[in-house]
C-alpha cells in the first residue's frame, strides 16, 4: 500500500481493530517517538487521535535541537506524552509520497495531524514556545 492510499478514507475504514492494535506495537525509539514507517502512520490515522509527524535526519542540527525541546516539553507536560511522535528519516523518505502529499519543503519539519487532517505546522523552528503551541494542537 504507497503512502497516498493511506490518506484514502475508503481504504482506512475497512482495517479497523487491526490497524488500533498496530499503534501498540509499533517499534519505540524514546518516550512515544515512533519509527516511521507506512503500517506505523496508518496505525495513527486510524486511531483518531493526534500525532505528530517528525521529518528529521540523524545528521541535522536543527532536527536534533527539535528534538531535545519535544523531550524537554514531554518531561514537563505529561500530557503530550500521549501525542505518538512518527520520526520520519528524511533520507529515506524525502522522495516518497508522505512528502509530496503533504507538500514538506524540508528536514526539520514538525506537522500535528489527527487522522488526515492537518493541525499545523513548523518548518525549522526550534523555539519552545512555537513547539510547545504545535503540540498543544493535539491536546
Not at 475497512?14 to 502512520?41: F, Q
Request: proline share 4%; hydrophobic share 45%.
Amino acid at each position: 500500500m504507497t503512502h497516498i492510499a493511506l490518506f484514502n478514507r475508503r481504504k482506512l475504514f475497512g482495517l479497523g481493530l487491526a490497524g488500533a492494535m498496530a499503534l501498540v506495537s509499533l517499534p519505540v525509539l524514546a518516550g512515544n517517538v515512533i519509527t516511521y514507517d507506512p503500517a506505523a502512520l496508518q496505525a495513527a490515522v486510524e486511531s483518531g487521535k493526534p500525532y505528530l509527524l517528525d521529518f528529521s535526519a540523524t545528521w541535522c542540527t536543527t532536527c536534533k535541537a527539535q528534538a531535545r525541546v519535544l523531550d524537554a516539553l514531554q518531561a514537563e507536560n505529561e500530557a503530550y506524552n500521549n501525542i505518538p511522535i512518527l520520526r520520519v528519516d528524511w533520507d529515506t523518505y524525502r522522495s516518497g509520497d508522505l512528502v509530496a502529499q503533504l507538500a514538506i519543503p524540508r528536514r526539520s519539519t514538525l506537522v500535528m495531524m489527527k487522522g488526515n487532517t492537518e493541525l499545523g505546522r513548523i518548518v525549522a523552528g526550534t523555539g519552545r514556545s512555537q513547539i510547545a503551541a504545535l503540540m498543544d494542537l493535539g491536546l
